[in-house]
T-cell receptor
Framework: NAGVTQTPKFQVLKTGQSMTLQCAQDMNHNSMYWYRQDPGMGLRLIYYSASEGTTDKGEVPNGYNVSRLNKREFSLRLESAAPSQTSVYFC????????????FGSGTQLSVL | AQKITQTQPGMFVQEKEAVTLDCTYDTSDPSYGLFWYKQPSSGEMIFLIY??????QNATEGRYSLNFQKARKSANLVISASQLGDSAMYFC???????????FGSGTKLNVKP
């Protein structure tokens, strides 16, 4: 009963380095999301994928890319990390029925020095 | 554009008292869903309660109830009989049914005093 699994849990990068945050869900959900959480700003949507093979920008997509590898997996890539990308990142998923909630992963704490 | 506003950055409540956390939203979608999540200091996001825009009755889940006033576009969370374990960050969220996106407010940090 894993739900939504994110890796890694913690990461420290230097400015300019690249990395990929991995996310997988085992609930057969169609929709998957990436959020970032910053103090005083709540959770802001970076990218989402309504279904396998589709992705779309959210509120703050600049500096990020995503891949919906298959129905289970949705990765977030930082090509050239910047200190402004220091944040807590959450992956989430949801089935399509409209009254269904978001199921969250445990988060990734990323620091860019 | 969709927007969620939580105007109370922090609140205190006495243990066993009731508390209301405010949430207003803005959307042009005719159909949407409203959610509240709790985030304790451990960081995980815990779903609390859901209200659909066409639901006639206010949602309730145990000690949690959602005071839904559609005309005022508000979806306040009421916690009855506060407990020390209710101390956490609380987020209001809205799902746009047109695009299946979820939008979050900035959160309210609730502290329950013994």
């Amino acid at each position: 009963n894993a739900g939504v699994t994110q890796t890694p849990k913690f990461q420290v990068l230097k400015t300019g380095q690249s990395m990929t945050l991995q996310c997988a869900q085992d609930m057969n959900h169609n929709s998957m999301y990436w959020y970032r959480q910053d103090p005083g700003m709540g959770l802001r949507l970076i990218y989402y994928s309504a279904s396998e093979g589709t992705t779309d920008k959210g509120e703050v997509p600049n500096g990020y890319n995503v891949s919906r590898l298959n129905k289970r997996e949705f990765s977030l890539r930082l090509e050239s990390a910047a200190p402004s990308q220091t944040s807590v990142y959450f992956c989430a998923s949801s089935p399509l029925p409209r009254d269904e909630k978001l199921f969250f992963g445990s988060g990734t704490q990323l620091s860019v020095l | 554009a969709q927007k969620i506003t939580q105007t109370q950055p922090g609140m205190f409540v006495q243990e066993k008292e009731a508390v209301t956390l405010d949430c207003t939203y803005d959307t042009s979608d005719p159909s949407y869903g409203l959610f509240w999540y709790k985030q304790p200091s451990s960081g995980e996001m815990i779903f609390l309660i859901y209200q659909g825009s066409y639901d006639q009755q206010n949602a309730t889940e145990g000690r949690y109830s959602l005071n839904f006033q559609k005309a005022r576009k508000s979806a306040n969370l009421v916690i009855s009989a506060s407990q020390l374990g209710d101390s956490a960050m609380y987020f209001c969220a809205m799902r746009s049914n047109n695009f299946n996106k979820f939008y979050f407010g900035s959160g309210t940090k609730l502290n329950v005093k013994p």
